[in-house]
Nanobody
Framework: QLQLVESGGGLVQPGGSLRLSCGTS????????IGWFRQVPGKEREGVSC????????IYADSVKGRFTISRDTAKNTVYLQMNSLNPEDTAVYYC????????????????????WGQGTQVTVSA
């Protein structure tokens, strides 16, 4: 399993932006599908976005399309989630996760497919 570390969470006003980072000191994330998930107390963890290992294809939940962007920096071995136009409904603990290694095909947003998880980073959107 990978040891993933998220960073970049915090408190932001509605309409603001944050960029989350997901990194690891072991192996290269290029060999893995990487997903971002979020969870609020009392609710199931939901998929936000993912980026595929082989071709860089991306998938977004309907709730974040047009506002969030996932990207991969291979030189820094880091996957980012740029979050714009944040609203209070985006408040959650955000987790990055890895599926793989060496997968082809496309990533998905099902939590059961991902075997390695970070510890999470809190994002709070409030005035």
């Amino acid at each position: 399993q990978l040891q993933l570390v998220e960073s970049g969470g915090g408190l932001v006003q509605p309409g603001g932006s944050l960029r989350l980072s997901c990194g690891t000191s072991r192996l290269t994330l290029n060999y893995f599908h990487i997903g971002w998930f979020r969870q609020v107390p009392g609710k199931e963890r939901e998929g936000v976005s993912c980026i595929s290992s082989s071709n860089g294809n991306t998938i977004y939940a309907d709730s974040v399309k047009g506002r969030f962007t996932i990207s991969r920096d291979t030189a820094k071995n880091t996957v980012y989630l740029q979050m714009n136009s944040l609203n209070p409904e985006d408040t959650a603990v955000y987790y990055c996760a890895a599926e793989g290694p060496s997968l082809g095909g496309l990533c998905g947003l099902k939590t059961v497919a991902f075997g390695s998880w970070g510890q999470g980073t809190q994002v709070t959107v409030s005035a």
